[in-house]
């Protein structure tokens, strides 16, 4: 297969990576320095990362990154799955359009109106800002992401093969575990991905819902920061972008995995 792409393509394209890229890589390249600060490299050390890993402070805030991660990924999951489905269900077009719309406009809303809006609320029915409003938080804007996710993968889906599991006598349980959900899995996998790695990188919305001696690696970072540019944020800069690409790559594995039972179904 030729490759079409332009020399200017590629160019085009090698200057967004680095400019993307560079500045992480900076950051992390001194997070093995020896010297206090960012301004020469002296020599190379894992003294930053020992530290981390001796401040238990910090391992508990790690600890609570991924926890909330994770259960708001698999969460949210299961809610925007089962909300694209309901959505797919819609005969009426206008009204599909209508709920996708509504689904769409949580994406865009600017994060710090959706934390204001949920610290605004809590205040209101009386829940502690801790770990259960971080965990909604994270729960309520991952959703819209998941249905984005698995609704396109659902309507392509051909009606044909859910008329046929009928007329074999599938049930309408045996119609969404047997024929719907191996159909959509590879969409369902990358909401779940998708909504974990925004869950990790989330700042704006965690900062208006955490308290209660409860945080996040996103704000702890920046309090760090405010208090000084030092080594160790580099070097917990570096420890979650090494689990963000552990889940990009978990994500790539999976859905590789899944593409033979998918194409199977459409047998």
Known sequence: MRNNRSPA?????AIVLVVLYAPIFYLIAYSFNSGGTMSGFESFT???????????????????????ALLSGLIATVVGTLG???IGSVANKRLRSALLSLNNVLIVSPDVIIGASFLILFTMI???????SV???HVAFS??????????????????LIDAARDLGATKRDVLTRVVLPYIQPGIFAGFFLALTYSLDDFAVTFFVTGNGFSTLSVEI?????AGISLTVNAISGILFAITLLVVAGYYVIVNRSKPSAAEVTE
């Open 9 to 13: 393509a590629r160019i085009y394209l």
């Open 46 to 68: 894992f003294e930053h990362y020992g530290a981390v890993f001796e401040d238990t402070r910090l391992l508990t805030i790690l600890f609570n990154t991924v926890i909330v």
């Open 84 to 86: 694209a489905i309901g």
């Open 126 to 132: 009386g829940v502690k800002l801790g770990f259960a």
């Open 135 to 137: 965990l909604i938080s």
């Open 143 to 160: 959703v819209p992401i998941v249905v984005l996710m698995v609704l396109p993968k659902l309507l392509e889906m051909n009606a044909s």
């Open 222 to 226: 920046y309090s760090m920061a405010r």
